[in-house]
């Protein structure tokens, strides 16, 4: 399995032709709800504005694909891995909704057999807003995202929590088979499902990262959740969009770093030259140049990275980022 970034305009682009498609996300400027597309789930996710471009995320395999509906999921799975993607249309408060969402695909991923989320993706509409009760909506998916790993006998993975540019909340998924899985944690960062109480009355449920093995016994691949300025729980360089740019990075590097991998009891390590698939999520416009010049230097010339302008899940923080290494 493998994430490509795709450009509206490369339609044929040569590594996606020919080969199964297990879900694709359209970064937009509007959204559309998870259907079967050509085969394959499509999601349309309201991310791009008018200093982004759009693009649309391709997750493609070289085994044969099956795809379905259940209820309001749309899924496909390969053997290996199952993605699988759901839609919250906009509502006063969230939290019994997002319970319910996750508890569905959890059901079918127990079903289909792919017992371990490795990666997810939680996109929230007005993200620092109030719900109908005054509850900041970020808190509020917390809680039913919270409730359901509540009773989920597997483990949590990687995520990204961000923001969206339309209300509702757009959910996907990835997973695998049982055992296969490792999540990682940050040695500089409190784990997010331990920070404590002042950041919302249910913790965010996610690791640092996850972990997959490859077939031929190297190192493998590392899933990167969104990634902020955060040192233990606090928010770090308020006002200060380079220094928060450079502690995200600083961040990462601990994380898929040969030491922490180690730690893990994952052989290898790897550094922000290893990263693809990037996203690099800012919250001010203006903040867009300086991050881009900066995310040029660290990483590959070869790598995909797409720059979404939308709000990160605290205020004070500028900016978010996200990748896989491997
Ligand atoms: C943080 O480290 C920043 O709630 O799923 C990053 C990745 C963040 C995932 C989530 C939130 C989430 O707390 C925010």
Redesign the pocket.
């Known amino acids: 399995m493998e994430c490509l970034f795709v450009k509206s305009a490369c339609h044929g682009r040569a590594d996606v032709v020919g080969r199964g498609v297990l879900g694709r996300v359209a970064y937009a400027r509007g959204g559309q709800p998870p259907t079967l597309h050509e085969g394959a789930p499509r999601l349309t996710v309201h991310m791009a504005g008018d200093n982004t471009e759009p693009f649309t995320e391709i997750w493609v395999t070289d085994r044969p694909v099956r795809a379905g509906v259940e209820g309001s999921l749309v899924y496909a799975e390969d053997g290996d891995h199952i993605f699988c993607a759901v839609r919250i249309d906009e509502r006063g408060v969230y939290q019994n909704a997002v319970q319910s969402a996750y508890e569905q695909a959890f059901a079918l991923l127990s079903r289909l057999g792919y017992t371990e989320l490795f990666r997810?993706w939680?996109l929230v509409g007005a993200i620092t807003g109030d719900n109908a009760e005054g509850m900041e909506n970020?808190r509020d998916?917390?809680v039913g995202?919270a409730r359901a790993f509540d009773k989920w006998p597997g483990r949590i993975p990687a995520?990204?929590?961000?923001g969206s540019l339309s209300p509702g909340i757009d959910l996907y998924f990835l997973a695998t088979r049982a055992g296969v899985p490792r999540h990682l944690e940050n040695p500089n960062?409190t784990p997010?499902y331990k920070?404590p109480k002042q950041y919302g009355p249910k913790s965010?449920?996610?690791a640092r990262a996850t972990h997959l093995p490859a077939a031929d016994g190297s190192t493998g691949t590392v899933y990167v959740?969104?990634?902020?300025s955060?040192v233990g729980d606090d928010t770090v360089h308020h006002d200060d969009i380079a220094a928060q740019v450079d502690a995200t990075l600083a961040n990462i590097e601990a994380l898929i770093s040969p030491g922490n991998l180690r730690e893990h009891g994952v052989e290898g390590g790897y550094g922000l030259k290893d990263l693809d698939s990037i996203k690099v999520y800012v919250r001010d416009e203006h903040d867009l140049p300086l991050v881009r010049a900066r995310c040029a230097e660290v990483f590959p010339d070869h790598a995909d990275i797409a720059y979404l302008n939308v709000d990160?899940?605290?205020p004070d923080?500028l900016v978010?980022i996200?990748g896989i290494a491997g």
């Open positions: 997810m939680n970020y998916f917390c995202r995520a990204t929590g961000i960062q997010a920070y965010p449920s996610f959740s969104g990634t902020a955060i990160v899940c605290r923080l978010e996200e």
